[in-house]
């Protein structure tokens, strides 16, 4: 009887010794809610991967990767009355409308990246773009977008704005933002839930600057874009792109 008591107690203690498997929703969910791997760029290869990006470069200096300060980044390099363009090549499920149809698991995509604009009136904030789009070739006038703007104000004044556009019905909303300066290097966030999109700054959200008409918020596959385009007669203009993230998580 002694050593069927061992044996038990050495088997109670093997079985304690397991990992708990989980097997409720919560687990199951998880899964569900994150399809693709979380994408990061941090261009440490100091090259530009053309099986990640495609580069649109302006006509005078080619897009480039290189040493800011110590700091690794890529740069679109503009001129007078020239365009850039940075898009991945992979798209993105963006579907706030389709969030909460009740036959899909609610979860949230988020993008964010590092950015610092130079010499900010000789950009042409007509065009110029930050964020999601669905056309290889669209801009800010574009539809069915999703992003930060740029909107001169009184005295040539540059103001940071957020636009969503579907179809044309668009939502657009500019700051204030507490001081931003977008000479400085800021981390931009966009991060689309069930029937709203939100937009960060520096890791914060601004929730006067969320937008929640569904009729401006577009259901669509998307690229991360960014798009400049500089005035005619401007002297150099510069973007320059840091850390770029997006990734799936559940709805808070």
């Known amino acids: 009887m002694a050593n069927i008591t061992k044996i038990k ?15 409720d929703a919560s687990l199951l969910r998880g899964r569900i809610d994150r399809p693709s791997s979380p994408f990061i760029e941090n261009w440490e290869s100091e090259a530009i991967n053309a099986a990640i990006w495609a580069s649109t470069d302006p006509v005078t200096n080619p897009n480039s990767v290189g040493v800011d300060s110590g700091y690794i980044r890529f740069r679109m390099h503009l001129v007078a009355n ?21 036959n899909t698991i609610p979860k949230q ?3 964010q990246w590092e950015m610092k604009l ?11 773009f930050f964020g999601l789009m669905p056309g290889v070739g669209d801009t800010r006038a574009s539809q069915n977008i999703v992003g ?4 001169e104000a009184v005295a040539g004044v540059v103001n940071l704005t957020t636009v969503t556009d579907n179809g044309g019905s668009e939502e657009e909303n500019v700051g204030p933002w507490g001081g931003l300066t ?13 029937l709203r999109i939100d937009f960060s700054l520096n890791g914060v959200i601004w929730s006067g600057m969320s937008h929640r008409d569904t009729a401006d918020l577009p259901d669509d596959l998307m ?22 993230e997006c990734w799936y998580s559940d709805e808070v």
């Open 9 to 23: 107690a050495y088997a109670d203690s093997r079985l304690n010794a397991l990992p708990y498997i989980r097997r």
């Open 82 to 102: 020239e365009t850039g363009r940075l898009r991945s090549q992979a798209r993105y499920r963006v579907t706030p409308n389709l969030y909460d149809a009740g």
């Open 109 to 111: 995509f988020n993008m």
């Open 118 to 128: 130079t010499d900010l009136t000789n950009f042409d904030v007509s065009a110029c």
């Open 148 to 151: 930060f703007g740029l909107d």
């Open 182 to 194: 977008l000479t400085d290097w800021n981390t931009y966030g966009i991060h689309v839930g069930s």
């Open 223 to 244: 690229y991360l874009q960014w798009y400049v385009d500089s005035e005619a007669g401007a002297g150099p203009t510069y973007c320059d792109i840091g850390v770029v």
